[in-house]
């Protein structure tokens, strides 16, 4: 599976930016998707996931401000980000948990898209 995230920029506290992450693979195929970010000198955090039937979870800290969701139209999984803040300032990641048969088990595989930076800042 190979994740392309795009939509990153330079925006003003309380504006708004989405975020798109392009897949290879049908996403109503992959068992769980989702958006984590690294601010400078910390640890890479969940941001949000959207699971195959749809259901989304946030972080409290986004939570009422980002809805993540499933473009069909475009096969891609966005990050619609409003009510920005100095504080979302990132590198966002596109993330892809997929199970897959082998024929004999399942295994469990984690895949990730480049980076997109995101800055807000007046």
């Known amino acids: 599976v190979q994740l392309q995230a795009s939509g990153g920029g330079l925006v003003q506290p309380g504006g708004s930016l989405r975020l798109s992450c392009a897949v290879s693979?049908?996403?109503?195929?992959?068992?769980?998707m989702g958006w984590y970010r690294q601010a400078p000198g910390k640890q890479r955090e969940l941001v949000a996931t959207i699971s195959f039937s749809g259901e989304a979870d946030y972080a409290d800290s986004v939570k009422g401000r980002f809805t993540c969701f499933r473009d069909s139209a475009n096969n891609t999984v966005d990050l619609q980000m409003n009510s920005l803040k100095p504080d979302d300032t990132a590198v966002y990641y596109c993330y892809a948990y997929l199970q897959i048969w082998d024929g004999r088990s399942w295994s469990d595989n984690d895949y990730w898209g480049q980076g997109t930076q995101v800055t807000v800042s007046p």
């Open positions: 693979r049908n996403i109503f195929s992959i068992n769980r």
